[in-house]
């Protein structure tokens, strides 16, 4: 493994976790069973016109076209927002953006406060293609004497090392191979000794082919003209355990053994790795669990919903609700952002959805999907309202390219 290099990625400092933390799956017992939280989208009502769709392939409109044109491609505009569990929450200091069109070889360094979350974004290769992602430190390995930030920030790190030195065909560079390479940076980089992270990674095509691993109780959910297209499912051996890349030092490995248990490892092959095709206007939001545990998939439709219909980017038109003429115009930085206080739509977004995020991991009085999955585990705890955790967002706007504006 070549010495790591100046790329374009953002790797998010350390910061403690505290006792609400999830746990380092360090001793398997019996009683640790896969466990899904699934969401029946069958039964469940949404405000308004809000929804799930059903069908593998929606069938929304799609964006009208004042001209004819010929389709090139598509473009991901990539906005981020973070904040640590411990800090106050800074919009202007705690977001990044950037435009897959412009994206050069080196971007950004640099270790923002998000605690033990990190993201990172990369060219694959020198092709149209992008990779982008996020992971999340696991807590619990604190109690080991662990620092599990830099296992997060070190798979990001490496993840956009090995998607910028894809070689040829880069068309060919799957999400498994991109998790696999930053897996074995991590176990090669004498400076981590051990520690463990969930990660939730996609490689985004040309031709609108989105692939997606996620591995743990990190996650995406893909968001088409006010329906939720698609959202992934957790994957965890028990409640607030979730599958982790890890590495197991010699003695704690030697420890566990002694006391009758084996370490529960589980490797890039265990992530669940899902296909999706995108269209323009889609909103993808991946997210580690600091969103995930306080805000639900219909909750960020209707946040994300009511922010597309203010700034204009879906607009309702003669077939229902369209993708605005507008929407490449909002994602770019030189673009019209006066309505979005001077920032792209995606980075806006990303930034909505940490402050929502925020405040209800704040907030004491209303459960969010934490509390209330604990209460069905542990219904004798006294546990209500949000938890407190680090938050990574990534959102990604897709950008129809035509030859036109290409």
Request: proline content about 5%; aromatic content about 10%.
């Amino acid at each position: 493994m070549h010495p790591l290099k100046s790329i374009g990625i953002l790797g998010l400092s350390p910061i403690l976790q505290s006792s609400a933390c999830r746990f380092a799956p360090l001793f398997s017992q019996q009683d640790l069973r896969p466990q899904c939280l699934l969401y029946n989208s069958q039964t469940t009502s949404f405000p308004g016109d809000l929804r799930f769709s059903s069908r593998p392939y929606s069938t929304s409109p799609s964006r009208p076209f004042a001209k004819l044109s010929q389709f090139v491609g598509f473009d991901y505009r990539v906005g981020a927002s973070f904040c640590a569990k411990n800090r106050r929450f800074n919009p202007l200091r705690d977001s990044f953006s950037f435009e897959s069109a412009g994206l050069e070889k080196v971007t950004v360094t640099g270790r923002p406060g998000s605690g033990q979350d990190a993201f990172f974004t990369s060219r694959i290769g020198n092709g149209s293609n992008i990779t982008f992602g996020v992971a999340d430190g696991v807590g619990g390995w604190s109690d080991s004497g662990i620092d599990s930030a830099h296992f997060s920030h070190g798979l990001c790190r490496y993840m956009a090392q090995s998607a910028m030195e894809a070689g040829e065909p880069t068309e060919k560079f799957t999400v498994k191979e991109l998790l696999q390479n930053g897996y074995d940076g991590v176990v090669a980089d004498q400076y981590i000794p051990g520690g463990g992270s969930t990660a939730c990674v996609a490689v985004a095509g040309n031709d609108g082919n989105v692939e997606v691993a996620n591995l743990g109780d990190s996650g995406f959910v893909q968001l088409r003209l006010n329906a939720v297209h698609y959202y992934s499912n957790p994957q965890t051996h028990a409640f607030n355990t979730p599958y982790q890349l890890s590495i197991i030092p010699p003695k704690i490995l030697a420890r566990s053994r002694a006391l009758g248990g084996e370490p529960l490892s589980d490797y890039p092959r265990d992530a669940s790795v899902t296909s999706h095709q995108v269209r323009h206007g889609d909103i993808l939001i991946f997210a580690t669990d600091g969103v995930w545990d306080n805000l639900s998939a219909p909750d960020l439709l209707k946040l994300v919903s009511r922010q597309m219909k203010d700034v204009q980017a879906w607009v309702l038109g003669e077939q229902g609700l369209q993708v605005s003429d507008m929407l490449s115009n909002l994602t770019q930085h030189n673009g019209d952002t006066e309505k979005l206080g001077n920032t792209t739509l995606q980075t806006a977004l990303a930034i909505s959805v940490t402050a929502e995020a925020k405040s209800a991991s704040l907030n004491t009085k209303v459960d969010g999907p934490f509390a209330k999955e604990l209460q069905k585990w542990f219904p004798y705890e006294d546990y209500h309202g949000g938890k407190v955790d680090d938050i990574c967002v990534v959102v990604v706007v897709v950008v129809e390219r035509s030859q036109e504006n290409s």
